[in-house]
């Protein structure tokens, strides 16, 4: 099966400043990738994706890269301000039998932006 | 619009008893995963279903866990005989179906279970 890893697990960034968090897999027949994120005691919450046929995305300060022949995809967010502070978890979902998504969660990284 | 409703947000069980969370998707949406979230991990994915079908459930242990989605209803996660290591928080997303599909998964705000 799909097993998607995230690095770094704790991210620390001065307000203004960008932040990356990245993130390989290893199912080939992965190709949506979605990105999510998580305040405390919610649920987790979609900002973000992108899909095996495009290499860049992007929505206003958060974009997303992806690079199919390495197996791994990058979340920027750029101008961080302290509501950016949340849990961030990316994930990958191959096609699956019934038309849904099964989407294996990397292990999160936890986002703080200081003042 | 409603969005994935859980019920109930906290559960306290103790050792031994059972425990049943519900979960109504959104409207419209014919597609229901379970996830279960330690401290301080990720989700991991349990079950997926369709109404009255079980489409994978590869994520579930094979003892005393089990899921459905009636016809008419909300789904349910029946936790039986629990033990400690089943305290966690556990989430219910919705989809469309197939054909509406972008790919999104709609996230509940999840059920907390503490098993004392």
């Known amino acids: 099966g799909e097993n998607v890893e995230q690095h770094p697990s704790t991210l620390s960034v001065q307000e203004g400043d960008s932040a990356v968090i990245k993130c390989t897999y290893s199912?080939?027949?992965?190709?949506?990738f979605p990105w999510y994120k998580q305040e405390l005691g919610k649920g987790p919450q979609l900002i973000i994706d992108i899909r095996s046929n495009v290499g860049e995305k992007k929505d206003q300060r958060i974009a997303v890269t992806l690079n199919k022949t390495a197996k791994h995809f990058s979340l920027h967010i750029t101008e961080t301000q302290p509501e950016d502070s949340a849990v961030y978890f990316c994930a990958a979902s191959p096609k699956v039998t019934g038309g849904g998504n099964k989407l294996t969660f990397g292990t999160g990284t936890q986002l703080k932006v200081e003042l | 619009n409603a969005g994935v409703m859980q019920n109930p947000r906290h559960l306290v069980r103790r050792r031994g008893q059972e425990a049943r969370l519900r979960c109504s998707p959104m409207?419209?949406?014919?597609?229901v995963y379970w996830y279960r979230q330690l401290p301080e991990e990720g989700l991991k994915f349990m079950v997926y279903l369709q109404k009255e079908n079980i489409i994978d459930e590869s994520g579930m242990p094979k003892e005393r866990f089990s899921a459905e989605f009636p016809k008419e209803g909300p789904s349910i996660l029946r936790i039986q005989q629990v033990v400690r290591g089943d305290s966690a928080a556990y989430f219910c997303?919705?989809?469309?179906?197939?054909?509406?599909?972008?790919?999104?998964?709609?996230f509940g705000e999840g059920s907390r279970l503490t098993v004392l």
């Open positions: 409207k419209g949406h014919s597609h």
């Open positions: 199912d080939s027949a992965s190709n949506y």
């Open positions: 997303a919705s989809s469309p179906a197939a054909s509406g599909n972008t790919g999104e998964l709609f």
